[in-house]
């Protein structure tokens, strides 16, 4: 979220998506955690998701296959166990793929509003669409944390900040695109899977903020549905 003071393509699929199930396991974070030898209530879950062999039971090859993944996306604690937190990122990434690149087959997000970029809470999805015509996306995206829920709805975006920085918490917020009080479309420079999510704002990498900045203008819809989990 930021300063409320001011109010004013073909589509390029499933890049950046899902992260890759093979995880390097050489790399060592710059705070290495201890590597637990429990196995965790997902453990077959996550084996099957991170390419393990499936049988339940944590190896040290395991925990390091875990732990890298955790590392890579931010969650804590991060000795390799299996619990709910990892396996919720990993399922939401199984559920995300599975989408394709027909976002809106449920016909949530409004095709007789011309260009309107769509927001899915539920499985953390954005894209950008033309009537029924997908223009880009879908991308993985970070919502509002529970407290701080993204909210829902139909809105317009009526600022665009490229250069913003929050004045509530003083953090950068590139190519800023407002469209509800302090909520807005912008990049971060942290995982789109990182629990547990956003000040409010919709989170992007920076490549699919610098589009959406492209795309988008002063006076474009924005629908957002769903509900995130854990909120």
């Known amino acids: 979220m930021g300063d409320t003071r001011r109010r004013g393509v073909v589509a390029l ?114 894209w950008i669409q033309d009537g029924s015509r997908l223009v880009y996306g879908p991308v993985p995206v970070r919502t509002g944390r529970n407290g701080y829920e993204t909210r829902t709805g139909l809105k317009k975006i009526y600022w665009r900040h490229i250069d913003h920085v929050s004045s509530i918490y003083n953090v950068p917020m590139p190519y800023s695109q407002f469209f509800d009080g302090g909520q807005a479309f912008h990049s971060v420079g942290v995982s789109m899977w990182n629990p547990p999510g956003s000040h409010g704002c919709v989170n992007m990498t920076s490549t699919t903020a610098k589009k959406y900045w492209s795309l988008l203008r002063n006076g474009d819809d924005v629908y957002v549905y769903g509900r995130k989990p854990g909120t």
């Open 13 to 126: 699929g499933l890049t950046g998506l899902v992260a890759p199930l093979t995880l390097a396991l050489g790399a060592t974070p710059a705070q290495a955690a201890s590597c637990t030898t429990a196995a965790g209530p997902y453990q077959k879950q996550v084996e099957k998701f991170l390419g393990r062999p499936v049988d339940g039971r944590q190896s040290t090859t395991d925990c390091k296959a875990i732990q890298a993944f955790q590392n890579k996306h931010g969650i804590t604690p991060n000795i390799g166990y299996a619990g709910p937190v990892t396996w919720g990122v990993m399922d939401l990434m199984n559920k995300q793929k599975a989408v394709g690149t027909n976002p809106n087959r449920d016909g949530r997000c409004p095709v007789n509003k011309g260009r309107i970029a769509c927001v899915n809470l539920t499985l953390q999805l954005s």
